[in-house]
């Protein structure tokens, strides 16, 4: 790294490069050592083209010979995933008395996606922020792990992608093709998605983990046939959870599943919705599961027809709402449910909460 200035409290050294990406599969990201911190922002230009550029910004209040305790490398695999990248480390002997630490800041600058060519991406940063704004780069699988630092996305797309932090707070916006995982602990997930279901024999598929925390989610539903398939999981012991679905494409089967704890759980979906619901309360004096609902969509000429019962005894610590929801046009007689066409209802919402309250939207 080229020293620009050192004095007598702080190190400070920076440098730049770029990566040839001409025949590459993936490109990574990694950090290793101890005392190592910071930040990396990931941005897309539409100017570069089979290169991404590299800028490295390094403190320390360490003077003495940072140079040589901090490393910055091109990292190449030796297997046949052709896969590159830049790997940063501290390099400090055993019993060395260093009381700060190295702050690192790092801005990548990948080429947009006008090419046609999607990447990998590999990001492995436990102490790093990261910050991602690659709106016009589409990768093609994204594995993302870090620690405590914020993981903030102003526009993040993929075909798969896995996101996993460990008490950091999860933020931003996601669109993916094929599937989305987001995981975190004792801290929240705020994320807007986008599902995109090209291919209906398969699912795209959400996962969220969540642990003593919230999830704030709005999921939008995108597709190409009247056969899309969607799949949203929640798993978040101990964790509030609103979800909204704000609209559902025609024919769409979606299937969604959610369990949670302690905290209230409001799952939100369109007056589009059709299919099959069940909610259920556990729990010592368990609340009973609600469903709210407005019988008429005020853009649609059919009528919304929402049955269900209730089941349990919230004495015994269970009680279970299920039903269905159907769109029938409004000179349909509807006063016996056997008029309800049953295979129509192609979608499932199955909730589940412990020692809370379990609500279902319906707009």
Known sequence: MHNLNTHDSFFYADTSFEVPLFDLASFMLLS??????????I????????????????????????????????????????????????????HTSIHSNFFLDVTVILPSSDSGKKLDLQVDLPTFTQEFDTEDLVFRDVSIVTGKPVFAVSALNAQTMSVKTFD???????????????QTTNSY????????????????????SN???????????LASTDYAKFDVNVAAPNTALNLDIPSLPPGTKLHLRSAT??????????????????????????????????????????????????????????VVLEGSCNLLPQDLDVSDSSHIPLSTLVSTVDVVTRNSQNTLILK
């Open 32 to 41: 290793r050592g101890p005392g190592m911190a910071g930040r990396v922002r």
């Open 43 to 94: 941005i897309d230009s539409a100017i570069l083209e089979n290169v991404a550029k590299v800028h490295f910004n390094l403190k320390s209040s360490y003077q003495h010979k940072t140079s040589d305790l901090v490393r910055v490398c091109v990292v190449e695999t030796s297997d046949d995933h052709n896969t590159t990248g830049i790997g940063f480390s501290t390099n400090i002997p055993p």
């Open 168 to 182: 950091a707070p999860i933020k931003g916006v996601f669109n993916v093709s094929q599937s989305l995982a987001l």
């Open 189 to 208: 997930i705020d994320a807007n998605v986008t599902l995109q279901n090209w291919d209906h024999k398969i699912p795209t598929q959400l996962d969220l």
């Open 211 to 221: 642990f003593n925390s919230e999830i704030r989610s709005s999921v939008t539903l």
């Open 261 to 318: 704890t302690e905290k209230s759980s409001v799952v939100s979906l369109p007056s589009q919705y059709t299919g099959k619901f069940y909610l259920a309360n556990f729990g010592l004096n368990a609340l009973a599961p609600a469903v709210l609902h407005h019988p008429w969509d005020l853009s649609d000429s059919r009528q919304s027809v929402v049955d269900w019962s209730i089941q349990g005894d919230p004495e015994e610590g269970r």
